[in-house]
């Protein structure tokens, strides 16, 4: 995917084995999980959300 992925407040989050040329920021968010093998080329950024999950998820930049 190209750009980044803004989560909402209440919202979800569930991605496996994806590319995201760009950024994830969650604010607020239910859930928040990445795993298999995902690759965020830019920053992950999770604020007062619930619950996060990175698991076998490589950042490019910051988390």
Known sequence: MSGDIVVGANAALQGSAVNVAGNVRAQGAA???????????GD????????ATLDQVWVGRNL
Do not use: C, F, I
């Open 31 to 41: 859930v928040v999980t990445l795993n298999n093998n995902s690759v965020v080329d």
């Open 44 to 51: 992950v950024q999770v604020r007062q959300s619930k619950s």
